[in-house]
């Protein structure tokens, strides 16, 4: 499982190979993914043979939007199951991926926390998922997209600034080893004050996404069990502080509830936080959950939301609900009955 083996002991693998070989194993991993052992060309057969290079089996594969949605369950040995979704768009092909097997944040609109926690994912199992959507767009592309990882988002299960020492090490694997630009990369956070803080100190300029949902206290510890222990007021601070050390703007992230936080009164004080951050402000449509009767506004309503903040001048998105049908949209992401793991290998994705 070279993935969850750190990158400068890449020689404990392979102890009876000269030291040349783990620098090698190195660029595969790191600047050259491939999807299987066997198209790392310049190894021995031996070695190739015997070594894993996954930290999980790839237990679904499924695509919608006409292949530009591409979700993966992936399942490693003890069971757990790690899920990253592929999205092409003409500017941009965005991995969002998954920093906890489950998530303990409980967000009453969302999947994932309705399930609950299983394990924080390793560095490796992190870093994995970014490799494998790599190997992936090497050999296949994306349709009408660009057919190499330009973005990652830490959008999938898990709240990534809850597993800090792990995520910390997998931004540094995909920015210092695998080459990308900080920039191309987004953490989103619940609003985890003590994390937000932690990763203002860290030297790269990552994008950090705010999931707000509510502008006052009452309604997002409604929606948000967290807020109880990390007030509003204590997330914007966090997050003012981060736009003022690393000058990138915020990005706040709103899920819209029909009858819950898509009023108009909730776009005015919203209106007033972006502005006092000069954040971007991203608005979703509540994609559907199992275990909860919420549902997003009409079309009507979300129009007259998204009015609002323009008329108050935000600078707003209204995000597509990409994967709906395969529930790989934001929020589906959960833990799946057992299927039969398959091992990664290009016949399996070429099967589908
Ligand atoms: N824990 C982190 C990252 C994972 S959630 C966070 O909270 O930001 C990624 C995004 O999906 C968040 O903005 C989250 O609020 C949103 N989301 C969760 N459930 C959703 C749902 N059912 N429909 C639409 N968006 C949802």
Redesign the pocket.
Known sequence: MLYTVDPDHLASVCPDEPPYRARQLREWLYRHPVLETQQMTNLPGSLRDRLELWPFELEADQSADGGRTRKWLFRTGDGAAIEAVLMGYPDRTTLCISSQAG?A?A?T???TGQFGFERHLEAGEITAQVAFAKAFLDEYGMPNSPHRLTNVV???????LANYTHVRESLHRMIDLMGMSARAITV???GFVPGMRRLADEPWKVNL?V?L?AADDELRSSLVPLNERYSLAEVIEASRHYFKVKGRRISI?W?LIDGTNDSVDQARKLAEIAHDLRAHVNV?A????PLSADLPPSADRVAVFMDELRYEGVNATLRDTRGQDIDA????LRVHSEGTPIRIDRAVLEAR
């Open positions: 998530c944040m967000c609109f969302c999947a830490f959008m999938g299960m898990g709240e990534p989103s956070t619940v996404a999931s949902h992230e899920t979703i509540l994609n559907p959950t949209a934001c929020g589906q």
